[in-house]
Nanobody
Framework: QVQLRESGGGLGQAGGSLRLSCAAS????????MAWFRQAPGKEREFVAA????????YYADSVKGRFTISRDNAKNTVYLQMDSLEPEDTAVYSC??????WGKGAGFAPNYYYWGQGTQVTVSS
């Protein structure tokens, strides 16, 4: 079992920045893919970004490319989502997800992930 715990959500301003963290525990995640998804009120969950734990390869949704950065800290078993140039449309509950899978476009598909965190609210004011 892998437990995922998000932190760092809160209130941000348009044009500002926030950083989310997702700490993994329970078992080694050396061969895992870690990702962030988000769900806004009344909308379906959408992919945000993913990172391959083994080599650090990254993959982003077009809506956040150039504004968000996903990274990992192997020593801390933690994945981060640095969110810059925030927009009100970024308001959502952000959830961390993990699973072992081959790295590829499947990293953007929520059903491919087995482990999920409880989510953290991000609200961006205009």
């Amino acid at each position: 079992q892998v437990q995922l715990r998000e932190s760092g959500g809160g209130l941000g301003q348009a044009g500002g920045s926030l950083r989310l963290s997702c700490a993994a525990s329970g078992r080694p995640i050396n061969n895992y893919v870690m990702a962030w998804f988000r769900q806004a009120p009344g909308k379906e969950r959408e992919f945000v970004a993913a990172v391959s734990w083994s080599d650090g390869s990254t993959y982003y949704a077009d809506s956040v490319k150039g504004r968000f950065t996903i990274s990992r800290d192997n020593a801390k078993n933690t994945v981060y989502l640095q969110m810059d140039s925030l927009e009100p449309e970024d308001t959502a509950v952000y959830s961390c997800a993990a699973n072992t899978m081959p790295w590829g476009k499947g990293a953007g598909f929520a059903p491919n992930y087995y482990y999920w965190g409880q989510g953290t609210q991000v609200t961006v004011s205009s």
